[in-house]
């Protein structure tokens, strides 16, 4: 299994998953399907599924177009997202395949919007697998709760993405890195991973490089939202539970003018 990311617009992030055996290829997110299918050709590969995370016109925006210049593209998203362009709904535990090695779990995570999905992908043994969260978990954030709450977006997180393997690659909907470390700082200004992760998004962002993958295990030692399950997180932020203590760092984070 191979990945690429394709940046669009101004800060997306759209991915090509390739199945190296059969050079098949899924896309995460096309909103800018030419780009996309560019993309495909440069790596001599065929595109065959849409992965849509969420109904946001900067994820599923492409997925029309896309059908038009890929005649005959498979399109998932949500089974109650209301995804633009959706051929195949689908809801939590749903699999596909991509050709013959890769395999795609699709896990319901909703807050951001009520049918985000997230796609957990996996391939041969050895391999670490990669989870394709769209703007529910950002590298040391999470999206804003449009249609959903604290209760969800804990679920989502903590529970759903957080027991996935430690070494799962994370792959956001956006470039939002270096702000959300600021933040995250902010919360817990001593902890040391978080200021080490920051300089190494800073030198990554200055030399025009992208801040993912992260990894779960990453995530619980910098993500502000996710740490809200630990108690001493909670206390600061005056909290008695890890969803209050979610919900407050979120409403700090609105009002943060970092």
Request: with cysteine; aromatic share 6%; glycine share 8%.
């Amino acid at each position: 299994m191979k990945i690429y990311e394709v940046p669009c617009l101004g800060d997306n992030y759209a991915y090509l998953i390739i199945d190296e055996t059969t050079k098949e290829a899924a896309v995460v997110d096309p909103v800018e399907p030419q780009k996309i299918v560019n993309t495909a050709k440069q790596h001599d590969v065929l595109l065959k599924l849409v992965l849509t995370t969420h109904h946001h016109w900067d994820h599923a925006g492409g997925n029309e177009k896309l059908k038009q210049l890929v005649p005959g593209i498979k399109v998932y998203g949500g089974s109650i997202d209301n995804v633009k362009g959706c051929t195949d709904k689908v809801e939590n535990g749903d699999k596909i395949s991509l050709g013959a090695n890769v395999n795609i779990l699709s896990l319901h995570t909703p807050c951001h919007t009520k049918g985000h999905i997230s796609y957990y992908v996996t391939s041969k043994e050895g391999e670490d697998p990669a989870v394709f969260t769209g703007d529910t978990l950002f590298v040391a954030g999470c999206g804003k709760f449009f249609e959903g709450t604290a209760e969800q977006m804990h679920e989502s997180l903590c529970v759903t993405l957080g027991s996935l393997p430690k070494p799962t690659r994370v792959y956001c909907g956006h470039e939002y890195t270096v702000k959300n470390l600021q933040f995250a700082l902010t919360v817990e200004p001593n902890n040391v991973k978080i200021q080490q992760k920051l300089s190494w998004a800073n030198q990554q962002r200055q030399a025009g490089l992208p801040t993912i993958p992260s990894t779960i295990e990453e995530e619980w030692g910098t993500n502000p939202f996710m740490r809200a399950d630990l108690p001493e997180l909670q206390e600061k932020v005056g909290q008695n539970s890890a969803v209050e203590a979610l919900g407050e760092i979120r409403r700090m984070k609105d009002s943060w003018r970092g």
